[in-house]
């Protein structure tokens, strides 16, 4: 039973074909030194944290899993998604302000009820880990107990969560709005009991500016001030409806992200979600704040929001992770997200390599954490949140993995045909937390 027993006290050692990433890939680069390769390698895993990385087998004193063959990367880092929207993913026939009302509030409505709540929480953590994600920035609701259910569901799988209440005082429907002093009150309480405990972080979580008065988005800009190491997370620009009901708001802001600025919400520790319709100065005021732009291609694609800016944003120096926006993404799989980052830049004339992708999933989205010590990569103290993949599943994949002459092109395929069956096993801070087939338990 090593799976199973594989506690952070165990010694651990899994073999296979290692790959992540010592430095950025530079845009369209096929072949770079920022590729970390370490094929037919072991992986040591002590006390929850990668101990070694080695080409020869430990001894005895390790539990031993070889999975030859088979490819080792870190756990998937999901810098946007909405635990509370499973039940309303792949809904049909709407673009974002009508999804919101016809399908999303009333799914979050229902979180006012603590059972729920708790029950949508643990599905949707082991349904990230079961596609392969160990950490991820959260929306919850705008109910206290939804973001005390993800907490407490995130810390007994000891998973990396960033979440925070969600802030909506204005423009949503009765059952989900709040006011600025219960936010303020909720906001206080939730940060003592949960920002810094074990693997959990807070996000001051405006959902976007149209929902929040200018009131609320100052409290938010206080407690941000306050504590510095807090995270601030709320969308930006995703649709062109959208960017003009802002400026009919803030008719005073120069742009969407000014009014987000403008309220101390543009910071290092800023997530926004989507990006799309931005404008130079927009850009260049992110780089400037090391804010970063979680972009979710399925989402963008499915609500027909608009096509991301990638290469814009990455020549002004805005730092881009992948985020799967789940329900208005279509599928936790971050391998599914990769594959649709790389369409959306085909429709754009840009080409997107497995590299840049796979970086902005895993090591890229760590360090524009500010995170990058802990997870992201396979290095020595970093967290044993690592997952083991076959590179590839049914015929079709296996034939195109088998002609494939370099590890870009075989990288490349795995990420636009695999998806979830392509996952073996997940491993968090060392723990087994997912393993598709339970027979690999006793090996
Ligand atoms: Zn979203």
């Given at each position: ?12 050692a ?11 890939p ?8 920022a ?19 080695q ?21 998937f ?7 509370p929207?499973?039940d309303?993913?792949a ?5 974002l302000?009508?999804?919101?009302t ?13 059972p729920?709540?708790?029950?949508s ?21 705008v ?18 969560i ?26 206080e309480?939730?940060i ?7 693997r ?17 988005l ?14 601030m ?7 062109r409806?959208?960017v003009?009901?802002?400026r009919e ?9 000014d ?7 543009l ?9 799309i319709?931005?404008?130079d100065?927009?850009?260049a ?16 694609l ?10 814009a944003?990455e020549?002004?120096g805005?730092?881009?992770s ?14 599914r997200?990769?594959?649709?980052a790389?369409k ?23 360090e ?10 396979i290095?020595?103290?970093?967290a ?22 370099t590890?870009?092109?075989?990288v ?16 968090v ?15």
């Amino acid at each position: 039973m090593s799976g199973d027993a594989a506690g952070v006290s165990a010694r651990v050692a899994l073999h296979g074909d290692l790959l992540d990433f010592g430095g950025a890939p530079g845009w369209g680069e096929v072949e770079t030194p920022a590729v970390r390769w370490r094929p037919d390698h072991w992986l040591l895993i002590e006390g929850g944290r990668i101990v070694s990385v080695q080409a020869e087998a430990p001894d005895e004193g390790w539990a031993r899993h070889d999975h030859a063959g088979r490819w080792i990367l870190p756990g998937f880092i999901d810098t946007h998604v909405h635990s509370p929207q499973l039940d309303v993913i792949a809904s049909y026939g709407t673009e974002l302000l009508d999804w919101l009302t016809t399908h999303t509030f009333p799914a979050e409505a229902r979180h006012a009820d603590r059972p729920h709540a708790e029950a949508s929480a643990a599905l949707f953590l082991d349904a990230m880990l079961a596609h392969g994600t160990t950490a991820a920035v959260v929306f919850p609701t705008v109910h206290a107990q939804s973001v005390d259910a993800l907490f407490s569901a995130a810390e007994t799988r000891g998973m990396r969560i960033v979440a925070g209440k969600v802030l909506m005082d204005r423009n949503a429907p009765d059952d989900l709005r709040d006011d600025v002093d219960v936010a303020e009150k909720e906001m206080e309480a939730l940060i003592g009991r949960w920002h810094g405990k074990g693997r959990l972080a807070y996000a001051v979580t405006v959902r976007f500016a149209p929902t929040s008065t200018p009131a609320q988005l100052a409290l938010a800009g206080r407690l941000c001030a306050a504590d510095p190491s807090l995270y601030m997370q709320t969308h930006l620009a995703e649709n062109r409806a959208e960017v003009a009901w802002v400026r009919e708001l803030f008719p005073e802001a120069r742009s969407y992200l000014d009014v987000y600025a403008r309220a101390g919400l543009l910071h290092a520790r800023s997530v926004f979600a989507h990006g799309i319709w931005l404008e130079d100065a927009d850009r260049a005021a992110l780089a400037v704040a090391g804010a970063q732009i979680a972009h979710s291609p399925s989402s963008n694609l499915f609500l027909g929001s608009g096509l991301f800016g990638w290469r814009a944003a990455e020549a002004a120096g805005v730092e881009v992770s992948l985020a799967t926006d789940v329900g208005g993404g279509t599928s936790l799989s971050m391998l599914r997200t990769m594959a649709d980052a790389y369409k959306v830049q085909a429709l754009a004339a840009e080409r997107l390599t497995a590299w840049k992708a796979l970086h902005a999933a895993t090591r890229g989205a760590a360090e524009a954490l500010g995170l990058g010590a802990e997870i992201g990569s396979i290095e020595a103290g970093a967290a044993a949140d690592v997952c083991v993949w076959e590179p590839a599943v049914g015929p079709v994949a296996a034939r195109r993995h088998e002609v494939a002459r370099t590890l870009h092109e075989r990288v490349f395929a795995w990420m636009t045909l695999g998806d979830d069956r392509n996952l073996v096993e997940t491993y968090v801070a060392g723990r087994s937390m997912y393993v598709r087939d339970a027979s690999l338990r006793s090996e």
